[in-house]
């Protein structure tokens, strides 16, 4: 058993400096390559990284080990063709966002806005109770009985407040009457 340990060292002790030797003697040309296919220096360095590292945790798997240079060349190729790929799917998926985006209506409807923007300072102009029953109905969606409760007034109350402020908003936001319907 001690034989073993002893050999299995010297093996992984052997494979380390083999590999450090390969490193030593290729990585320079290993970014130069990657880099020159890339375009860019950071992810070349990047890639030979990978390269050496898949290299290192495959090592048992190379048969001829005096190939190992080719073999990491190899693996820097691909792995930069894998990022390139890579890179033309991510394009693609953008570009059907975007495209997809633009077709998309606006969120913001300047018309729809305005419209809000006076119908609100309509609201404002009422009176508290008129346009606290204003608000907790159109914007609260609450119903007449939880407005009643809300307010601690009856449910008439918060009609009759209500209809009077309706009367009150189409009279500001449509003062001679051109949105249809009978002046008031």
Known sequence: ???????????????????????????????????????????AEEIVMEALMKTYSG?????EKDKAPV???RA????????IRRKMIERRANAVAIAAEERREPDW????????R???????????RQRSCIVLFYAQRMTDSEIAEVLDCSVGTVRSQLSRARVKLKRALDPEGLRGGSRG
């Open 1 to 43: 058993m001690g034989r073993w340990l002893e050999v299995e060292r010297t093996s992984k002790l052997d494979r380390d400096q083999q590999i450090a030797a390969i490193y030593d003697q290729n990585y320079g040309h290993l970014c130069e390559l990657a880099y020159m296919i890339m375009g860019d220096r950071y992810l």
């Open 59 to 63: 090592w048992g798997r190379i048969r």
């Open 71 to 73: 073999y990491l060349k």
């Open 76 to 83: 820097v190729v691909n792995l930069c063709r894998t990022k």
């Open 109 to 116: 409807d300047p018309e729809r806005h305005e419209t809000a």
């Open 118 to 128: 006076e119908v609100w300072a309509a609201v404002k102009e009422l009176p508290l």
